[in-house]
């Protein structure tokens, strides 16, 4: 089991410290949590706390960053986008380079239970133009995403997990923005997928594990991993509906409007007729762990592997 993306996020801020000098960090009274303690402590005269008031920390953060600072705002996800109106306002309409970070998101925070969990971030951040939506799935990708986050001029949101991760990229590997990965795929690469699944973030592990699990029975799945859920890879998706008899998108998040979303949207406009089937969290969350609420839920490696072989006679 590897890092969860918080730890990996909050040592790769230590690391990069140096290298961006404009670079400061706000909190709101979580820095434990977030991970930022760290360099607050390495750091305190680039460390900002602001206690329980993320809407005062949002705007504080597009002020630092219109003159010329690179401000970090962290704190739990669904405390951070439920202050939306801010981010519109003070963000969005200024175009202002804020990276906002949310950490805990979605179910995979287990035990704190429904009123801690970002379950329709992403949702809400969609709406908005001109913010990059990131979500890495494990130490490796969370580290290179934050570098180029913190290089990349204008807004960004990057989704984080409070569960360690398991790695599931190799050591070569280079984050892309806007670009899918293909994380697991039979060998022999065969002709045609009997199924592609696009997942991203805490559920890309459990993905691979189904697509691993189907290939002693003659399925075929191969697995995409979405870092970037704004914008999406077009490409992906268009390639997956070439080559691929049915799409799979499987999200630690609502259903409506996040990664499973962003996937039909680019199907529809394409026009290929591809069937999708979409996992995700239907209704509020609640207590438990990570794999009992994973289960509950719809979205761990059995429902996956039944997702992939629905209608196909395929007995798992």
């Avoid at 003159?67 to 962290?74: H, Y």
């Avoid at 990059?132 to 990708?141: F, G, S, W």
């Avoid at 570098?147 to 989704?159: A, I």
């Amino acid at each position: 089991m590897g890092k969860a993306t918080r730890e990996a996020f909050g040592s790769a801020l230590l690391d990069l410290s140096e290298k961006f000098p404009q670079l400061v960090v706000l909190d709101a009274d979580l820095s434990k949590s977030t991970m930022t303690a760290a360099f607050a402590k390495k750091h305190p005269q680039r460390h900002f706390e602001f206690g329980i008031a993320e809407s005062n920390m949002i705007g504080a953060a597009a002020g630092l960053a219109l003159s010329g600072k690179i401000p970090v705002a962290t704190s739990f996800s669904c405390f951070l986008v439920g202050r939306l109106e801010t981010i519109r306002v003070a963000v969005i309409l200024n175009r202002a380079n804020v990276k906002l970070v949310g950490t805990h998101a979605g179910l995979g925070i287990g035990e704190d239970g429904a009123s801690q969990m970002g379950l329709e971030d992403i949702a809400a951040l969609r709406g908005l133009p001109g913010i990059a939506i990131l979500q890495p799935a494990d130490e490796l990708e969370t580290r290179q995403a934050v570098e180029w986050m913190l290089g990349h001029k204008g807004p960004v949101y990057l989704r984080l997990t409070r569960q360690k991760l398991d790695d599931v990229h190799k050591p070569d590997y280079q984050f892309r923005f806007g670009q899918a990965d293909t994380v697991w795929q039979p060998e022999p690469r065969p002709k045609h997928f009997q199924a592609t699944i696009f997942a991203s973030g805490g559920t890309v592990a459990g993905a691979i594990a189904a697509a691993t699990g189907l290939q002693p029975k003659g399925f075929a799945a191969r697995v995409v991993n979405v870092s970037t859920i704004e914008p999406m890879d077009a490409d992906a998706v268009e390639k997956a509906c070439m080559d691929s008899q049915r799409i799979v998108t499987v999200e630690d998040h609502h259903i409506k409007a996040g990664l499973g979303g962003a996937v039909c949207e680019i199907v529809a406009a394409l026009g290929q007729g591809v069937p999708v089937v979409s996992l995700g969290v239907r209704e509020t969350g609640e207590s438990g762990t990570p794999a009992e609420l994973y289960e509950r839920h719809g979205i761990s490696t059995p429902h996956i592997m039944e997702a992939c072989i629905k209608g196909s006679g395929l007995d798992i």
